[in-house]
């Protein structure tokens, strides 16, 4: 009987278009890759753009709110303080966020694995992250004297609180069906923190990194305006008492490109060591093409 090309036409014909869905998904991949890229750079230029067209059509005074133009000059007039004293702020957040991760890493496994302990220090820690940090500093100056100290203190205590609380988290949400079977096959409570508790944890960890290294940016400044000789918190403070308002905004400007910088150093560290926890969500945002 002769043989009938129909079927293997068809398959050929599938098969084509399967490769094609394929290549279509790859390139709505790339693209919105880049995008994803491209777009805070466009969000931010247009709202300096938006800013600086509201402040030239309302006629806004710098003394109230100075223009994009304007806070750029500043900055580069007194580049070399700016720097200066950026140096001292990075350096003072970074030496009170790593207080932060080891006394938060270390208390938020204690209180993730004991339940007595969550239950025992849960009030405390809610209670004194409660008290406003402005509050504190004064009795830091007291104690320690104008200078770093009392700036790293204030940022290790305002970053703290969500490291513990993230990491207690996750060792706590640990299923307990899991936990049975391991017990039931020998291992001990260090072994299941150690080995599920904590890769289980990892990514409430990294959530939490993200979120404290910009607030201990807000602590370090906040004691710099109130008890210290160095930093970008005096800096915006002597800039405002002789009324100097596009300095002032040069220094917010250049703690958000800071926050921003080491936000992105954790998102990156983040995805080295935690890519398996957001695999699902990279999957997700490129939606499968309809056959």
């Known amino acids: 009987m002769p043989h009938d090309p129909a079927p293997m036409s068809e398959q050929r014909t599938k098969g084509q278009a399967a490769a094609r869905r394929v290549e279509a998904m790859a390139v709505k991949a790339r693209r919105r890759r880049r995008l994803e890229k491209l777009l805070p750079w466009v969000i931010m230029l247009g709202t300096f753009l938006l800013w600086e067209a509201a402040v030239h059509a309302l006629a806004i005074d710098a003394f109230i709110l100075p223009a994009p133009s304007a806070i750029a000059g500043s900055m580069v007039q007194w580049w070399d303080p700016l720097l200066t004293n950026a140096w001292q702020t990075l350096m003072t957040t970074l030496a009170g966020f790593a207080l932060a991760i080891i006394f938060g890493l270390g208390l938020g496994v204690a209180i993730g694995s004991s339940t007595l302990l969550y239950h025992g220090l849960y009030p405390l820690l809610i209670g004194f992250n409660s008290i406003p940090k402005v509050a504190v500093v004064p009795i830091l100056v007291i104690w320690f004297g104008i200078g770093t100290i009392p700036a790293i203190i204030t940022a290790f205590l305002i970053s703290f609180f969500p490291i513990v609380v993230n990491v207690a988290t996750g060792i706590a949400t640990v299923e307990p069906e899991l936990r049975d079977v391991l017990r039931a096959?020998?291992?001990?409570?260090?072994?299941?923190?150690?080995?599920?508790?904590?890769?289980?944890?990892?990514?409430?960890?990294?959530?939490?990194?993200?979120?404290?290294?910009?607030?201990?940016?807000?602590?370090?400044?906040?004691?710099?305006?109130?008890?210290?000789?160095a930093g970008i918190g005096q800096l915006m403070l002597s800039a405002s008492s002789r009324f100097d308002v596009p300095l002032v905004f040069a220094g917010l400007v250049v703690t958000a490109v800071m926050g921003v910088a080491m936000y992105a150093v954790a998102a990156a560290i983040e995805q080295r060591t935690t890519g398996w926890a957001m695999r699902g969500q990279a999957e997700q945002n490129v939606a499968p093409l309809d056959g």
Do not use: H, Q
Not at 196 to 224: D, H, N, Q, W
């Open 185 to 229: 096959l020998g291992a001990r409570p260090s072994d299941i923190i150690r080995k599920v508790g904590l890769p289980r944890a990892m990514p409430y960890f990294f959530a939490s990194l993200k979120i404290a290294i910009t607030v201990a940016f807000v602590g370090s400044i906040l004691a710099e305006t109130v008890g210290s000789n």
